[in-house]
C-alpha cells in the first residue's frame, strides 16, 4: 500500500551573505521564510568574519561556486519568490542579475552597502553595476537612508526629503522604491513609491535604546514572503511590518555588549 505524499511547501530563495551572529544575513531570511510557512532555500555569495560590533574579514564566493548554486536550485526547485541580499562583488552582480532575468519571478533587493556592526558589504566598483543590470531586475528596492543618499548624492535626513528620495529613485530606477525609515529623528515612516504615487507607513519606535541587527533583512525577506503569496505590493508591505514590528518587540539579548539585540520571529504562516 503506498503512503500518501506529503504535503507541498513553497519555497522562496535567499541569495545573500553569511553573518556568523545569525543576526542579518541569508540565515535571518531563511528564519524569516520558515516563519511565516515558505520553505528556504540559500544560495550563499560570501562569507564574513564579524561579530555583533565589527566585521573583520569579507570573502566573497568564486564566480563559478555561486553559477553551480544558482544552476541546481534552479534545475531541482521552482521558488515562487527572491531576496537579495549582500553582493560583495562586481562578478556576483552581474550572475545574480542572469539568474533572475531567467527565472522571472519576484524578487526585493534590498542594496546592503554596511553593516551595523560597522564594516562595508560591497565593493564600491560593484555599485554602478547594481544600478544599472541589477536593480532594472527587481520588483522591489529597499534601501535605508544612507543607501539612497548614496545613489542620489545626498544626505537624506527629514521625512519630506525622504518621500522626494524614494519617489526620485522609483522614477530613476523604473522600478518600485521601498524606503526604510528607521533612521528619521521621530517616529519611522517607511515610505513606498510606485508609478502611481506614494504611501507612507508610520509606526511608532520601540526598542530605540538597543542596536537590533537585521531589521532590513527581516523586512525585505517578509516582503518577498508577501509577494510570494500573492499579494499586491501594498498590502506587502503592511504586512511585512507587522511581522517586523512583532520580531522588534520580542527581541532578546545574546551578545556580551548588552546594547545588541535580537529580533524574535515568531510562526505566522500566510
Known sequence: MSSPLSPQRPAILSIA?????NGAGI???????????????????????????????????????????LEIIAAEFKPVAVKVGMIYNAEAVQVVTAFL????????????????SGGDLIKPEALPLMESLLIPACKVITPNLAEAGYFLDRQIITQSEAEEAAQELAWLW????????????DNPV?????????????????????????TGCALSSALAAGLAGKMELRKAVTFARDFLQEA???????????????????????
Do not use: C, W
Not at 521564510?33 to 568564486?62: C, E, K, W, Y
Not at 519576484?106 to 551595523?116: E, G, I, K, N, Y
Not at 523604473?174 to 529623528?185: D, F, Q, R, S
Open 27 to 69: 540565515l535571518a531570511d531563511a528564519a524569516v521564510f520558515r516563519a511565516l510557512g515558505f520553505h528556504p532555500l540559500t544560495v550563499l555569495t560570501s562569507v564574513a568574519a564579524q561579530g555583533a560590533s565589527q566585521v573583520a574579514l569579507i570573502q566573497p564566493l568564486p564566480e563559478e561556486f555561486l553559477i553551480r548554486q
Open 190 to 214: 517607511d515610505i513606498l513609491a510606485q508609478n502611481d504615487g506614494l504611501d507612507k507607513f508610520e509606526r511608532p519606535r520601540i526598542a530605540g535604546e538597543v542596536n537590533l541587527r537585521g
Open 174 to 185: 523604473g522600478t518600485a522604491v521601498l524606503l526604510k525609515g528607521g533612521h528619521l529623528k
Open 248 to 270: 522588534v518587540q520580542g527581541h532578546y539579548r545574546a551578545a556580551e555588549n548588552p546594547l545588541t539585540g535580537f529580533l524574535n520571529y515568531s510562526l505566522r504562516p500566510l
Open 101 to 116: 532575468r531567467a527565472a522571472k519571478i519576484p524578487a526585493v533587493l534590498d542594496p546592503v552597502m554596511r553593516s551595523t
Open 17 to 21: 551573505g553569511f553573518d556568523p551572529t
